[in-house]
C-alpha cells in the first residue's frame, strides 16, 4: 500500500537535511524545467520540480512505464504486477493485476486511451488488453512472440495516430506494430533488446535501442535517417537506452540508464546532436532510473 503522505513527509525532512547540510540533489543543466522521473535502485517515482525540489513521491519496488493524465492524476507501476492510478497527492485511485490462474505475468507498459479504457501489454500472456474501470477485459490483441517470458516479451507499448499499437518487444528485439485483430502491418528488426518505439508525426518510428546504445529514427520504409550512437554527444556516454520522445521543439528526450554517475540519466538532444538540457542525481534517484517524462 502507498502511504503518500508518510513517504512525502519522510522526503521533505531529509531533503531539508541534506541541504542544510550543502549536499546537491540533482543538477538541470540548461534551462531548468519539471519532469516525471522513476528509479528502482532507489525505489522512488517522483515528480521533479523546476527549482529541482520535489513535489508527488512514491515509494516503488519496480517500474518501466507512466502516464500523467489529464486530471492531474498519474498512471503508474509501484511493482511488474500491477498498474495504478494515483492522485496528486499519491493516494490509490485505481488498479489492475492480472488474472492470479495464468500464470506469472508482468506489465511493462501501458496507456489510459482517449475512451476512457487503459491499455495494457501483458508478458507472459503476450497479449495487449483494453480494460475498462471495473477491471473487466473488453477488448484482446494477441501477440506474436516466439517464446512467452514474463519478462521479456514486450518492454513499452506506444497507440499510433492510426489506432495501431507499437510494440517494442525486447526478447524479439523487434518493433512490430498490430492492428486491432493482432495482424502484423509493420516490423522492423532492431538487433538489440530494444525499450521503446513510438510513431512520429512525419510518419518514422523513434527508437530507444536498450543494449544497443544508441537512439534511431527509421522511416516506414525502414531506413534509418537519423540516430545517435554511444559516443556522438560530448562528454556522454549512452548506455540502456529507455524511453525517447520527440519534444515540440524537434529535440529529442533520451533516457539513459545504468550509464552510472559519470553520465546523466537525461537528455534532450537537438536534430544536431548537441545536449541542450540534462539531469543527473545520484542522491536520490540511481542507476536504475528507466522511466522520465518531460512535464509540458
Known amino acids: 500500500m502507498i502511504r503518500s503522505v508518510e513517504i512525502l513527509n519522510l522526503f521533505i525532512a531529509i531533503s531539508f537535511s541534506l541541504t542544510c547540510m550543502g549536499v546537491s540533489l540533482g543538477q538541470q543543466v540548461g534551462k531548468p524545467r519539471p519532469f516525471f522521473a522513476a528509479d528502482y535502485e532507489k525505489k522512488i517515482a517522483a515528480v521533479v520540480n523546476v527549482d529541482n525540489t520535489v513535489g508527488l513521491q512514491l515509494r516503488i519496488q519496480a517500474i518501466h512505464d507512466a502516464q500523467p493524465l489529464p486530471n492531474g492524476n498519474w498512471l503508474l507501476q509501484?511493482?511488474?504486477?500491477?498498474?495504478?492510478?494515483?492522485?496528486?497527492?499519491?493516494?490509490?485511485?485505481?488498479?489492475?493485476?492480472?488474472?492470479?490462474?495464468?500464470?506469472?505475468?508482468?506489465i511493462h507498459a501501458f496507456r489510459r486511451l482517449?475512451?476512457?479504457?487503459?491499455?495494457?501489454?501483458?508478458?507472459?500472456?503476450?497479449?495487449?488488453?483494453?480494460?475498462?474501470?471495473?477491471?473487466?477485459?473488453?477488448?484482446?490483441?494477441?501477440?506474436?512472440?516466439?517464446?512467452?517470458?514474463?519478462h521479456r516479451d514486450t518492454r513499452l507499448v506506444r497507440i499510433t495516430p492510426a489506432g495501431t499499437?507499437?510494440?517494442?518487444?525486447?526478447?524479439?528485439k523487434c518493433v512490430r506494430e498490430y492492428d486491432r485483430q493482432g495482424v502484423v502491418v509493420w516490423?522492423?528488426?532492431?538487433?538489440?533488446?530494444?525499450?521503446?518505439?513510438?510513431?512520429?508525426?512525419?510518419?518514422?518510428?523513434?527508437?530507444g535501442t536498450g543494449d544497443g546504445h544508441r537512439v534511431i529514427e527509421v522511416s516506414k520504409d525502414k531506413k534509418v535517417v537519423w540516430e545517435v550512437n554511444e559516443s556522438d554527444?560530448?562528454?556522454?556516454?549512452?548506455a540502456w537506452i529507455t524511453m525517447v520522445d520527440r519534444l515540440p521543439?524537434?529535440?529529442?528526450?533520451?533516457?539513459?540508464?545504468?550509464?552510472?554517475?559519470k553520465?546523466?540519466?537525461?537528455?534532450?538532444?537537438?536534430?544536431?546532436?548537441?545536449?541542450?538540457?540534462?539531469?543527473?542525481?545520484?542522491?536520490?534517484?540511481?542507476?536504475?532510473?528507466?522511466v522520465a517524462i518531460a512535464i509540458q
Open 78 to 106: 509501484t511493482s511488474f504486477t500491477e498498474v495504478a492510478e494515483v492522485d496528486s497527492s499519491g493516494k490509490e485511485v485505481w488498479k489492475y493485476k492480472p488474472a492470479s490462474n495464468s500464470g506469472r505475468v508482468e
Open 249 to 261: 521543439n524537434g529535440n529529442t528526450w533520451i533516457v539513459n540508464c545504468h550509464a552510472g554517475p
Open 114 to 150: 482517449e475512451n476512457g479504457l487503459t491499455m495494457i501489454a501483458e508478458s507472459g500472456t503476450s497479449r495487449i488488453v483494453e480494460v475498462n474501470k471495473e477491471g473487466a477485459i473488453v477488448h484482446s490483441i494477441p501477440l506474436k512472440v516466439s517464446t512467452p517470458n514474463p
Open 165 to 172: 499499437y507499437l510494440v517494442a518487444h525486447e526478447g524479439e
Open 187 to 207: 516490423e522492423y528488426e532492431v538487433g538489440s533488446q530494444l525499450y521503446s518505439a513510438i510513431r512520429l508525426i512525419n510518419g518514422n518510428t523513434l527508437i
Open 263 to 290: 553520465n546523466p540519466q537525461i537528455l534532450e538532444v537537438t536534430p544536431d546532436k548537441k545536449v541542450v538540457w540534462s539531469f543527473k542525481d545520484f542522491e536520490r534517484f540511481g542507476n536504475a532510473l528507466p
Open 233 to 238: 554527444l560530448a562528454g556522454v556516454k549512452l
